[in-house]
């Protein structure tokens, strides 16, 4: 996908970076020229989402330095189309949710059914048995606290997380 509405790289020479932005990028990259020109401090990598002049979203890393030229204050940006990582991405986190939502179902019933062993639910177990029951019974818990942990994080990243914000003492 273009980013830029023109073609060749005599058309972008010399020329300001909102001239040939989608509208959509023209707030963001004013903003960040200016503080580059103003502080003289490269901006940070910034990452977002961009409606092309094709169309298409494109994801876009970019990073702005302030740089001498032609005698006067000029801005270098680079551009990092990351499009295709943010995919990967997704799809990475999508398959680690299932595979987290799939093991915590049969993981429930095996440490619901261990839970029942060592509360003595089918009566009394053998010394040797009871203290292998408690072991898997343990790590059980131990696993459904990783997935439950996993799945968590799985939230956070994607901006799913509820909080509840209130002073502790």
């Not at 989608?22 to 200016?34: G, K, Q, Y």
Request: hydrophobic fraction near 40%; charged fraction near 30%; proline fraction near 4%.
């Amino acid at each position: 996908a273009r980013i830029l509405r023109h073609d060749s790289i005599d058309d972008l020479m010399g020329r300001e970076i909102v001239s040939f932005l989608h509208e959509d990028a023209r707030a963001i990259a004013t903003t960040r020229r200016n503080s580059v020109l103003e502080s003289g401090n490269p901006a940070p990598v910034m990452e977002q989402r961009w409606l092309c002049a094709d169309g298409q979203d494109v994801f876009v890393d970019s990073t702005a330095t302030q740089i001498p030229w032609q005698s006067r204050k000029a801005i270098l940006v680079v551009f990092r189309d990351v499009t295709e990582r943010k995919k990967v991405d997704r799809m990475k986190s999508d398959f680690i949710s299932t595979v987290s939502h799939e093991l915590r179902t049969p993981l429930t019933s095996i440490r619901g059914a261990l839970g029942l062993i060592t509360g003595g639910a089918v009566g009394d177990v053998p010394e040797r048995v009871g203290t292998m029951i408690d072991i898997a019974h343990g790590n059980s818990d131990r696993l459904v606290r990783l997935i439950n942990d996993i799945l968590d994080t799985e939230k956070i990243e994607a901006g799913r997380m509820d909080y509840v914000m209130r002073p502790l003492n």
